[in-house]
């Protein structure tokens, strides 16, 4: 099974020049705590409502003026849409996440792929090791 069979598409994003206060209402509009950042149509980060709370309002800057760029992670968790269940599967337990970005081979955004989606749509082992790894503590 690939991961377009089991991801969902058509994720909002936010473009890294919005404010922090933009992405926070779009945030709380839409009930999710991450945000894909993407620019001219390609990812280039993500933000959380955890970045904003630790990288921006604990260091005291303004939700008006500052911009999602500079509270973002660059470092993005990501897999193909082409790629096989499994494999993403294994990168979260490996990374200890509970989503991924989901992405075509030039880079544009396509869908995000979380652990409910690995547990709900692909086979019991898999869901069921996932859920696991992801659930204990980083060491």
């Known amino acids: 099974m690939l991961v377009k069979d ?3 598409s058509g994720a909002a994003t936010i473009s890294p020049e ?3 206060q933009e992405a926070a209402q779009k945030m709380k509009d839409l009930d999710v705590g991450p945000l894909p950042v993407c620019e001219n149509e390609r990812l280039v980060g993500m933000i959380t409502d955890r970045d904003i ?3 921006s309002t604990a260091e005291g800057e303004d939700p008006y003026t500052g ?3 500079e509270a973002m992670t660059p470092e993005i968790n990501y897999c193909y849409d082409d790629q096989d269940v499994a494999e993403a ?3 979260m337990q490996e990374k200890q996440v509970r989503r991924l970005a989901v992405i075509d081979h030039e880079h544009h955004l396509v869908g995000m792929v979380s652990i409910g989606d690995v547990a ?3 086979d019991a082992k898999t869901g ?3 859920l696991e790894a992801t ?3 980083k060491s």
């Open 6 to 8: 089991v991801m969902t």
């Open 18 to 20: 919005a404010t922090i």
């Open 53 to 55: 709370a630790t990288r």
């Open 67 to 69: 911009h999602v760029r």
């Open 89 to 91: 599967a294994q990168l």
């Open 120 to 122: 709900a749509r692909a």
């Open 128 to 130: 069921g090791k996932t």
């Open 135 to 137: 659930a204990r503590p």
